[in-house]
Nanobody, 115 residues
Framework: QVQLQESGGGLVQPGGSLRLSCAAS????????MGWYRQAPGKQRELVAR???????KYADSVKGRFTISRDNAKNTVYLQMNSLKPEDTAVYLC?????????WGQGTQVTVSS
């Protein structure tokens, strides 16, 4: 059974940091890209950051220079280090894993940036 175990969300003040983790298990086909999307209330889901199996990264313009995505291929885990958080970063963050067969989504973890 495929599972994407997300962790690391929470409440943080503006300017603070959080680190999200997503561990994928039960995926028997090779994993290509791993990444994070987010969805705020009333807004469309958007790509935050993505990393390929070879380590190539892509970021949304709004998070460049503040967020860093990384992955541990041996553990099938992707991380998102979020620094200098802003209130507009508040959203549900969803893990996304693209295998050679299909795309998987996590259930999401809430990130709230507020004073």
């Amino acid at each position: 059974q495929v599972q994407l175990q997300e962790s690391g969300g929470g409440l943080v003040q503006p300017g603070g940091s959080l680190r999200l983790s997503c561990a994928a298990s039960g995926i028997i086909f090779s994993i290509n890209a791993m990444g994070w999307y987010r969805q705020a209330p009333g807004k469309q889901r958007e790509l935050v950051a993505r990393i390929s199996s070879g380590g190539s990264t892509k970021y949304a313009d709004s998070v460049k220079g503040r967020f860093t995505i990384s992955r541990d291929n041996a553990k099938n885990t992707v991380y998102l280090q979020m620094n200098s958080l802003k209130p507009e970063d508040t959203a549900v963050y969803l893990c996304n894993v693209v295998s050679s067969l299909r795309v998987y989504w996590g259930q999401g973890t809430q990130v709230t940036v507020s004073s």
